[in-house]
């Protein structure tokens, strides 16, 4: 196992987690007008703890892999690491339900991306992506419906 690039890539999801912590839901989202399919409050750190970790592992797998696609899936997996970083602050940090929502579009592109790049590098971390991009549909429908209920109050 190569700790290295493990810590490294630790880090780099660490990082990106860290903006979710900083800018979570409070008061103003609580305000909100949100669709009933809304999830609790409580399910968004369990579903991201488990979709990180799963970043990690594929990630993992494709940077010791030493196929020739490895450098492309590994800067795309790089680019989508940082939009995830920045939607936290966008939504919640600035309230700018909008501007969330064209982050997560590119979001959505990078992990989808990322996720092919994987596929063809590993089957497996391509597998593992596969529930990140659900979350992320999931996640750019949600954001739309929010935004579209509360556009005054953006």
Known sequence: MDYLVLLGLIGSVAAAASTGAMYGPGDWYEQ?????????????????TALYILMIWAAYRVATSGHPAMPAALAMFGCQIALNAIWSPMFFGLRRLGTAMIGLIFLWLAVAMTMLLFFRVDLLA???????????????????????????AA
């Open 126 to 152: 391509g597998l593992m992506f596969v529930p990140y991009l659900v979350w992320g549909s999931y996640a750019g429908a949600l954001n739309y419906d929010i935004w579209q209920r509360n556009r005054s």
């Open 32 to 48: 909100l007008d949100k669709p009933s399919w809304t999830p609790p409050n409580w399910l968004f750190p369990l579903a991201w």
